[in-house]
């Protein structure tokens, strides 16, 4: 079977997706097509290119790319030195010293220093949320020369490394003193970072294309590659990141080998694949992916956790799960906040969950928390095809019990953008929308900005739990396996009372490749261009 390829039209720029990007690369010459890697990345359009700034998965990669980390996880998520050549702590463990290894340089051809990473340390500590706990303990973060810098804390933090290491979205990406230097709130526009790739300003075609170009300059480390850590060695001189939003479009143009890589092929098309002996489907993240909806805690009636727990009530996962990811072998539902298959996984708190939902007892709650027909407004990404009908299904529940809704469509890059408003739907703000992320960040309390649940310092949603907060900080604190898996059960029944998020199913999402297309990395949240290389 092969699907009719649609002819693409690109007009120019797409409005409202510029942005302002310095004039510090240059077009290269144009690499052969062997060298040369076309990825339709499956996360939605790269509308905000500051990892800090955002978690979106497709800033994620981005930031992947360009910029570098102080550690990463191995294969087997254990912290490992990336752009550190050694480190160590004083025996009170409350003294973190680091030393930069020899080689790293910024894409604009000046080296990398340690004040660049107490500043990119500071910056991200103000969103992430193992950031801010260590910004609350740190009594000092400071530069001792040009290549070494320290994290003086005011009481013992055993899990500051795996912290720093962390993949997830808002990972501690190293950024230029001067970049650095920008509130978080702000987004750094520069696009300057010293990984493994630079960002191709020249080649940059928003809404359409963006290039990156193999960094000649980069050093990799000694070891072999491995997970995230390692040598990243690059084996293509290009990667194209094309924008085709149609999935048939992007699914045809993988087919004709006009593309090597597609992100989030169409579930229908997976037998396709299985039957074309040029492509191969590849599942890079193991753990799958923890479907949620975020509720804004901001503004009515979410602000009332009854209207909350109505939600919660409401959700019939296996029609979530089938809607989502029709092909059983791909989706199940997931009832610990920890969810399916981390150490932390548990049933503390779970009555809510009833096979088919509960629309009666949803109806109630409404009731019960006062909600007079407001409109909800519910975020829906068109181009990430799983979140749409995810979207459309909600809105659909919620008008069955006599809930107003109204569904927001857009690409990803307007629900990024849009997300950020805290303010009333009629100036633009919402109530809900539906992401995703990484079954393994679910077993990451301190790493995951999922967990966080104080107000306004919080991710977007802005969940606030006093109690809740209180058990997530003492994570840190407790060493013994046993010990945390009793904390976790606490905070899951915690978080079950104030509804942080609302569980929508766990899904498993492979990508399609071209066969010649080969050494790809599979870790959660992020896709790695290093180490590929076609055949």
């Known amino acids: 079977m092969r699907i009719s390829r649609r002819d693409l039209i690109r007009t120019g720029v797409v409005a409202g997706a510029a942005v302002s990007i310095p004039s510090v690369l240059r077009a290269q010459a144009t690499p052969t097509a062997a060298r040369t890697v076309r990825m339709v990345m499956g996360s939605g359009d790269l509308r905000v290119f500051d990892p800090i700034y955002t978690t979106a998965t497709i800033t994620n990669h981005h930031g992947a ?18 752009m550190v050549e050694k480190w160590r702590i004083s025996e009170d463990k409350k003294t973190y010293i680091f030393e930069l290894r020899d080689g790293l340089g910024w894409h604009d051809g000046t080296p990398v220093t340690a004040a660049d990473c107490v500043a990119s340390i500071r ?4 969103v992430a949320s193992g950031g801010q706990l260590i910004l609350e303990r740190a009594k000092d973060i400071s530069q001792k020369d040009d290549k070494t810098f320290t994290i003086a804390l005011k009481e013992p933090l055993g899990l500051l490394i795996d912290i720093l290491a962390t993949p997830l979205s808002s990972c501690p990406y190293m950024m230029r003193e001067k970049d650095a230097k920008r509130p978080a709130t702000e987004q750094v526009t520069a696009n300057i970072g010293s990984g493994p790739f630079k960002f191709n300003e020249a080649l940059a075609k928003p809404g359409a294309s963006f290039a990156y170009d193999r960094n000649e300059k980069y050093v990799p480390r000694k070891e072999p ?37 597609l992100g989030a092929p169409p579930v229908d098309f997976y037998s396709v694949v299985e039957g074309d002996p040029n492509l191969n489907l590849q599942i890079l993240d193991k753990t799958g992916s923890d479907v949620y909806a975020r509720l804004n805690f901001l503004q009515k009636p979410f602000d009332d956790v009854k209207a909350r727990q109505a939600i919660l009530h409401l959700i019939d996962q296996e029609a979530f799960v089938r809607i989502m990811s029709p092909n059983p072998r791909y989706g199940r539902t997931v009832t610990s906040v920890f969810g399916n298959d981390t150490l932390y996984s548990n049933d503390e708190n779970t009555g809510w969950y009833k096979k088919g939902g509960d629309p009666e007892k949803a109806k109630q709650l409404f009731k019960e928390a006062g909600y007079a027909g407001e409109k909800i407004v519910i975020l829906q990404p068109t181009n990430i095809a799983f979140l749409s009908h995810a979207s459309q299904l909600l809105a659909a529940e919620l008008r069955k019990i006599g809930v107003n809704t109204e569904l927001a469509p857009s ?6 953008t849009r997300r950020a408003n805290k303010g009333p739907v009629e100036n633009g703000g919402w109530n809900i929308f539906i992401t995703s992320g990484s079954g393994y960040s679910q077993g990451d309390p301190l790493g995951n900005v999922f967990f966080l649940a104080n107000g306004e310092k919080a991710w977007v949603g802005w969940p606030k739990s006093d109690e809740f907060e209180a058990l997530r900080t003492k994570w840190a604190d407790v060493d013994a396996l046993e010990a945390r898996k009793a904390l976790a059960r606490k905070m899951q029944n915690v978080w079950w009372d104030f509804v942080g998020s609302v569980m929508l199913g766990q899904t498993f999402w492979p990508i399609a490749r071209r066969k010649n297309l080969t050494g790809l990395i599979g870790m959660p949240s992020v896709i790695p261009m290093w180490n590929m290389q076609k055949v």
Do not use: C, H
């Open 411 to 416: 690409d990803w890059g307007g629900v990024v």
């Open 65 to 82: 790319a360009i910029y570098d980390t102080l550690f990463s996880l191995d294969s087997k998520f254990m912290p490992r030195p990336q």
């Open 225 to 261: 590659s491995d997970g995230l850590a390692g040598a990243k060695i690059v084996n293509v001189d290009r990667v194209i990141w094309e924008n085709i939003a149609d999935e048939q479009t992007a699914f045809a143009a993988l087919q004709a080998g006009e593309i090597d890589f």
């Open 123 to 126: 910056r991200w500590g103000q």
